[in-house]
């Protein structure tokens, strides 16, 4: 029952859909308990580089020099107040200034875009689905990185602070992918295209992997989604639904024997 109440009161997005989609037990703890997880350097770099690149698009400059100038404070300013230890937030650190000239070496062409860009824009719609013969309204949401609406199109760029993948792994193709990436732009796709704002014109969602490779790349990678694509991910949103209010969720497990949070609910007694 309290699992029903978080989700219909708080809705869903595609990290708990991930999460569901990844084990069971880790919707739970992650998703519905929220169990509080201390910050991590691969986390705190995230959220360094996403607002440094939204200080970028609303920035009036936006030339090489003015670009990494922006990520260098930005960063800065981030990790002054962060939680992870002194050691972690050092590496971290280095890494990410290490690379910002870098990276707006390879992302002035992307900034310079033109048309209208909202930063952390956040997006909310409905699904409908059905459990045990009756219609479940659930809200969706998601907070795109960025927004950027030209006269045909609206483009999606969601940031990822690695190198890039290739499009087989990012599908989930590849034998250690999950999927959750390509599952993600399919679901920012869905979203937007529901939104009365957004529903006139093409949507075009895209991942920019921020970290450069060996060649000094961020590259922006964006895959065609078709209408099976959205079904399937409507299929997994219901297979969700049904999950939570019949409550099998609560004995389900996922393949990984090492998982922590499979582990975690073997210890309680439903």
């Given at each position: 029952?309290y699992?029903?109440?978080?989700l219909?009161?708080?809705g869903?997005?595609?990290?708990?859909?991930?999460?569901?989609?990844?084990?069971p037990s880790?919707?739970?703890y992650?998703s519905i308990l929220?169990?509080p997880?201390s910050?991590?350097p691969s986390s705190?770099?995230g959220?360094a580089m996403?607002?440094?690149?939204?200080?970028v698009?609303q920035?009036?400059?936006?030339n090489?020099?003015?670009?990494a100038?922006i990520i260098?404070k930005?960063i800065?300013?981030y990790?002054k107040n962060?939680?992870i230890n002194?050691?972690?937030?050092?590496?971290?650190?280095?890494?990410?200034?290490?690379n910002?000239?870098?990276v707006a070496?390879?992302?002035?062409e992307h900034?310079?875009q033109?048309?209208?860009i909202?930063?952390?824009?956040w997006?909310?719609?409905?699904?409908l689905?059905k459990?045990?013969?009756k219609?479940i309204?659930?809200?969706?949401h998601?907070?795109?990185d960025?927004?950027?609406?030209?006269?045909k199109?609206?483009?999606v760029?969601?940031?990822?602070?690695r190198e890039a993948l290739?499009?087989?792994?990012?599908k989930?193709?590849?034998k250690?992918?999950?999927g959750?990436?390509?599952?993600?732009?399919?679901f920012?796709?869905?979203?937007?295209?529901a939104n009365?704002?957004?529903?006139?014109k093409e949507?075009?969602?895209?991942?920019?992997?921020?970290?450069p490779?060996l060649?000094?790349?961020?590259?922006t990678i964006?895959?065609?989604?078709?209408?099976?694509?959205?079904?399937r991910?409507?299929?997994?949103i219901?297979a969700?639904?049904q999950?939570v209010?019949s409550?099998?969720?609560?004995?389900?497990s996922?393949?990984?024997?090492?998982?922590?949070?499979?582990t975690y609910?073997?210890?309680?007694?439903f």
């Amino acid at each position: 029952e309290y699992a029903k109440r978080v989700l219909s009161e708080n809705g869903l997005s595609v990290t708990a859909l991930n999460h569901f989609m990844n084990c069971p037990s880790e919707f739970l703890y992650k998703s519905i308990l929220k169990v509080p997880e201390s910050p991590t350097p691969s986390s705190e770099k995230g959220i360094a580089m996403h607002k440094a690149l939204a200080e970028v698009w609303q920035s009036k400059e936006k030339n090489t020099s003015s670009i990494a100038n922006i990520i260098n404070k930005s960063i800065k300013d981030y990790f002054k107040n962060s939680l992870i230890n002194l050691t972690d937030k050092e590496v971290v650190l280095d890494e990410l200034i290490t690379n910002a000239p870098r990276v707006a070496v390879a992302l002035t062409e992307h900034f310079v875009q033109e048309g209208k860009i909202f930063t952390e824009k956040w997006i909310e719609g409905s699904f409908l689905g059905k459990y045990d013969k009756k219609e479940i309204t659930l809200k969706i949401h998601g907070q795109m990185d960025a927004i950027l609406e030209t006269e045909k199109k609206v483009l999606v760029f969601d940031y990822k602070t690695r190198e890039a993948l290739s499009v087989n792994a990012i599908k989930g193709e590849t034998k250690d992918s999950d999927g959750n990436y390509f599952r993600q732009l399919i679901f920012y796709k869905r979203l937007l295209s529901a939104n009365s704002f957004y529903s006139e014109k093409e949507i075009e969602p895209a991942l920019v992997f921020v970290k450069p490779d060996l060649k000094g790349r961020c590259p922006t990678i964006t895959l065609p989604i078709s209408k099976e694509d959205i079904e399937r991910v409507n299929m997994e949103i219901n297979a969700l639904i049904q999950s939570v209010y019949s409550g099998d969720f609560l004995n389900q497990s996922c393949d990984n024997k090492d998982c922590e949070y499979c582990t975690y609910r073997k210890l309680w007694s439903f």
